[in-house]
């Protein structure tokens, strides 16, 4: 599944709360508002093998724990991985996409002309000399 859910909240202080991995994933689940057997189905996996993640038991394959988190609109598990690792989570962001980029830019650009437009009606009404 490659289709992207709507972005959930995760805080830093929800992923440091997390003892393993398979509570970073638990908790990416129930940021997202959903029961772990809802994801298990929708995303056709195997509830043994989800329940050895949970516990630590077996080693998560890339592949699916990316489909959980398009799944659930987060990155709790990543975030928790690093955070685990000794990294600082307050500075990591995610790269611009290029349609992320091309809207701040064209949202940059209104705003300009915005103040043009304000700069410009304000000269008309004599409210600028």
């Keep these: 599944m490659n289709q992207l859910s709507f972005p959930s909240v995760v805080t830093l202080q929800e992923i440091s709360r997390e003892k393993s991995l398979g509570g970073a994933i638990g908790l990416c689940i129930k940021a997202a508002g959903y029961e772990p057997k809802q994801v298990i189905d929708d995303l056709k996996m195997d509830k043994a093998q989800w329940s050895r993640w949970e516990s ?43 349609t992320e980029r091309a809207l701040r830019m064209e949202r940059e650009r ?4 915005q103040e043009r437009l304000r700069y410009a009606e304000e000269l008309l009404q004599g409210r600028r000399g």
Excluded: F, H
């Design 56 to 98: 630590g038991q077996e080693g998560v394959i890339w592949p699916k724990l990316k489909s959980v988190m398009d799944k659930c609109g987060n990155d709790a598990p990543v975030l928790w991985m690093n955070y685990d690792r000794g990294y600082d989570l307050s500075s990591i962001r995610r790269t611009e996409t290029e």
């Design 110 to 113: 209104s705003s300009k002309l």
